[in-house]
């Protein structure tokens, strides 16, 4: 799969203070990729030196196939950035924003009125096209403020904090156009503080703290890395729990408090552990009325990995 963004040893200091030391990163084209990490863990920083506001110390680093230290103007010509604060002119109206942004593309009038009209109609902004941008409530700017990063057509987007500020609806509506964006073959390189959100959009996870990078995967990758995973497993009557207590052993499960005829039996979640617990029950003759995968959520996996250095060390 092609690389949009290649990073190898990034390296960046201010003074005797070290922000990332060595980091790498690749983001598959056409995929959401989110960086999380604690405030001050260096994520503004990356986002920073990717989308060529800063530079950096060392390493090397690739976006949409342009080497970030001799081409600079290419990357810029190949990305959009739609920070955690708003870039809309709250004096001009939704469709004048547009086309602000499509005369800095250098685009003819017809086709930036074109354009706009298709981005204001994409975004559910037709109506509010003609009214001022600060009447607008904060989940239509955000809606604004990226339909004007598409102007330039960008192949990779960096996304700050995109739902900062919203109600639960509008982040949903975002979340939506996101993952619409990634569908059509944009690259999104995303930060948030909101865990649920990454979990939701993220293809692969990065985790990063004190500059450095402790663990990165898939949404269900990262929840398998911490305890507490397992599989629910209910019966409908005493025998058929009986049987799986002996076909899997007192001392491999718990018993939920919560129904008798519930066994917790502790799992990382993944297939071939499941198929083989699966397999043991069969084994046995027991079939179990309903099962249910429990993993720890990525709020676990943030609290866990970031907050003991005993864990960090584990996962580098």
């Not at 002119?89 to 930036?112: F, Q």
């Not at 985790?207 to 409908?236: M, Q």
């Not at 799986?244 to 007192?250: E, Q, S, V």
Request: zero cysteines.
């Amino acid at each position: 799969m092609t690389s949009a963004i290649a990073v190898t040893g990034l390296r960046k200091s201010y003074g005797d203070n070290l922000v990332l030391d060595g980091i790498d990163l690749t983001v598959a084209e056409g995929t959401i990729f989110s960086l999380l990490g604690p405030n001050g863990a260096g994520k503004t920083t990356t986002v920073q030196i990717l989308s060529t506001l800063i530079g950096a110390d060392g390493g090397d680093v690739r976006v949409a196939g342009h080497d970030l230290a001799t081409s600079p103007q290419a990357v810029r010509a190949s990305i959009g950035v739609t920070g955690q604060y708003s870039a809309v002119d709250k004096l001009l109206t939704g469709e004048e924003n547009l086309m602000l942004m499509a005369d800095l593309h250098h685009l003819r009038r017809r086709e930036g009125r074109r354009l706009a009209a298709r981005l204001l109609e994409q975004f559910d902004l037709a109506e509010a096209a003609g009214k001022p941008a600060s009447t607008y409530s904060g989940g239509m700017a955000r809606r604004l403020d990226l339909a004007m990063t598409l102007v330039g057509d960008p192949r990779v987007i960096f996304l700050d904090e995109p739902t900062t500020g919203l109600d639960p609806r509008s982040r949903r509506t975002m979340w939506q156009i996101v993952r619409d964006l990634a569908g059509s073959g944009v690259t999104i390189f995303l930060t948030t503080q909101y865990l649920e959100e990454a979990d939701q959009l993220a293809d692969q996870i990065a985790l990063l703290d004190h500059g450095t990078l402790i663990a990165e995967g898939s949404p269900a990758e990262l929840k398998r890395l911490v305890p507490g995973g397992h599989v629910s497993l209910r019966f409908t009557d005493d025998g058929a729990l009986t049987g799986a207590l002996t076909a899997l052993g007192t001392g491999f499960l718990d018993t939920s408090d919560d129904d008798r005829l519930t066994l917790q039996v502790p799992s990382d979640g993944g297939v071939a552990s499941l198929r083989t617990l699966l397999a043991r029950l069969e084994a046995a003759g027991i079939e179990p009325a309903d099962l249910a995968v429990h993993t720890p959520d990525l709020d676990d996996v943030f609290l866990t990995l970031t907050g003991n250095p005993k864990d960090k060390d584990a996962v580098r």
